[in-house]
């Protein structure tokens, strides 16, 4: 089957195999790539209109248990760290809301005191955000256990996020290691049981095949979530993983407009975290519908893939984003339509 045929039977609603998939995410040449990227775009206008969303990143704490072999934070990487107050959190997700921002997402690494008496501290951050900003929230807390899940759901929790990063089992030992394969792929489970929506990711250019890549997007499709994201794998520093070769940024597109075409109503992120700004536009033109990692400037705050990049300059800040989205035609939504969509979601949720 040509590409072509390939994107119309997406268009089409009728399901694609593994291999199709893969064939999409194999595209090299200029003309198939630019075709495949405005049906994703098509696809999405259909859905969403020029409406696109945006996120606050607050990555509240750098410190991790943890020792992913592809990460910055991991636990042996000897490097100066920060854990901000909640009253810090709280400054910073007021003034996230002040200027726009449609969903705060607070992020952490495995931090052993924020995960400390049943998360205790984390949910004491969720809870204080809600009452006192009243704005979407997203929990990133890492893998928690199948017992928190309504707490944090109480505790004013919208969205849950849980990166698989991998659906390959083998290659999964190899980088998120010491951890357990099924647990992490049931917190996406759990928390919808308990009511949250959910967000998984893939990492592109961590070794995996066209197939894993397939795979990894037709489960995420599977286990119902809400959003997925994907993002190209950047080497750190001072990681067993520091030397591999980087992937172009091309993958991470084509993987998103892939996103778009299996799942038109789902949220896929355009992350400033790979590229910084500079990649704003080639991800909402793959078929991206929501910026994420927005950071404010000099608040000393992290990103995770690129740490610094756009961040004190003020290009990651959303004043700056959303210039930006005003020249490219886009409007973002208020949060009285970000809460509507939120609503339906959760409305279908519970349906399926
Ligand atoms: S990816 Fe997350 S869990 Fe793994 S080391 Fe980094 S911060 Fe910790």
Redo the contacts with the bound molecule.
């Keep these: 089957m040509s590409v072509t045929e390939t994107i119309d039977k997406a268009r089409r609603n009728i399901e694609l195999s593994r291999s199709e998939v893969a064939e999409l995410l194999s595209v090299k040449k200029k003309d198939e790539i630019s075709e495949l990227f405005s049906a994703a775009s098509s696809v999405r206008d259909k859905v969403f209109g020029k409406k696109v969303f945006i996120y606050g990143f607050v990555y509240f704490s750098t410190h991790?248990r943890?020792?992913?072999a592809f990460?910055y934070?991991?636990?042996t990487n000897k490097l100066p760290r920060y854990r901000k107050t909640k009253d810090e959190v709280l400054t910073l997700s007021v003034s996230l809301k002040d200027a726009g921002i449609n969903l705060v997402d607070l992020t952490m690494?495995?931090d052993p005191f924020m995960c400390a008496d049943e998360h205790n501290e984390f949910l004491e951050i969720v809870r204080t955000v809600k009452e006192e900003v009243n704005i979407s929230i997203m929990a990133s807390p890492?893998a928690v256990p199948k017992e928190s899940f309504v707490k944090f759901k109480d505790a004013g929790t919208d969205w849950f996020a849980c990166y698989q990063e991998t659906y390959n089992r083998k290659l999964f030992s190899e980088l998120?290691l010491e951890q357990d394969f099924d647990f992490r792929m049931n917190q996406k489970i759990w928390a919808r049981e308990a009511g949250l929506l959910t967000e998984d990711g893939i990492m592109v250019g961590l070794g995996e095949t066209l197939e894993d890549r397939a795979d990894s997007i037709l489960q995420m499709g599977a286990l119902g979530c809400e959003q997925v994201r994907a993002m190209t794998f950047v080497p750190q520093k001072g990681t067993p993983m520091e030397n591999t070769k980087p992937t172009k940024p091309i993958d991470e597109l084509i993987s998103i407009a892939v996103m778009r075409l299996l799942y038109p109503d789902k949220l896929i992120p355009a992350s400033l975290d790979v590229e910084g700004i500079a990649g704003l536009k080639t991800r909402l033109d793959a078929g991206a519908n929501v910026i994420t990692s927005i950071v404010p400037p000099h608040e000393d705050l992290a990103g995770v893939a690129q740490h610094e990049l756009d961040i004190d300059n003020g290009h990651r800040s959303v004043q700056h984003v959303m210039n930006l989205l005003d020249g490219m035609g886009k409007k973002v939504a208020s949060n009285t339509e970000y809460e509507s969509l939120l609503r339906e979601l959760k409305r279908k949720q519970v349906k399926r």
Excluded: A, T, V, W
């Design positions: 991790c943890n020792n992913c990460c934070y991991r636990r690494g495995e890492g998120r």
